[in-house]
């Protein structure tokens, strides 16, 4: 037989005594899966996991064949109230978003059977209002006492999605203090300097107090040189 590991890449041909080592040895089942090709092909899987995923893969299938369901919408009088009828297409909307269609029959009473323009106009209303989404299957028409219309999704209608909620504003954070410039306290009994000379009067004073170190130095090295010239 041909085998084939669990990744889909082929191991060659081979004894079937030597693939079920294999399979074993990798805790795994070994299913044939083209019996009529020459020679027959096997591949190393999980069965119990290939059996689920095809039964999932099943179900999908027939979801999606599934016909197209037709949902009914019954409006009770022509002369319909603005606010009411705000409340239909809203319900309209929601069904034809579904991917039904919708079959609007409108209940004709009394007088308003002489009147079938009424009708005619009202469910050419609510099509105009949800062109966007749908579009006329079947035009008005009146049946006995009933009038109807089917309206049918377009193929590229989704619903809208929600508005996103607005972000809130950031914060700035709080600015740091700036530090306080140094003050230079003048000496007891000094004028104090002009604003833009402290910064000067830390070195002028550090010079007076280095001139006054170096004065007796001068005054002991000159009595020293004049005692030996004499």
């Known amino acids: ?58 179900r999908e299938a027939h979801r999606r064949s599934k016909g197209t369901e037709v949902r009914v919408l019954v409006f009770r009088n022509p002369r319909i109230d603005p606010h009411d009828l705000q409340i239909k297409l809203r319900k309209l909307r929601e069904l034809l978003g579904e991917g039904n269609k919708v079959r609007i029959n409108l209940r004709m009473r009394g007088r308003e059977l002489s009147h079938p323009e009424m009708g005619t106009q009202l469910l050419a209303r609510i099509g105009q209002e949800l062109s966007e989404i749908a579009h006329t299957e079947m035009p008005a028409r009146l049946e006995g006492r009933m009038m109807s219309a089917l309206l049918a999704p377009k193929p590229q209608a989704k619903p809208a999605p929600p508005p996103k909620p607005a972000a809130p504003p950031r914060e700035k954070p709080p600015a740091e203090p700036k530090p306080a410039p140094a003050v230079v306290e003048p000496a007891a009994g000094a004028s104090p300097a002009p604003q833009g000379l402290a910064e000067k009067a830390i070195p002028d004073v550090k010079e007076q107090v280095q001139q006054e170190q170096v004065e007796p130095r001068r005054q002991a090295e000159d009595a020293e040189d004049s005692g030996e010239a004499g």
Do not use: F, W
């Open 1 to 58: 037989m041909r085998l084939i590991d669990e990744s889909g890449a082929q191991l060659g041909v081979m004894a079937t005594r030597e693939a079920l080592r294999i399979a074993r040895e990798r805790e795994l089942d070994l299913i044939e899966v083209a019996p009529n090709a020459q020679p027959p092909v096997c591949r190393i899987m999980d069965y119990g996991k290939h059996r689920y995923q095809q039964a999932k893969r099943e």
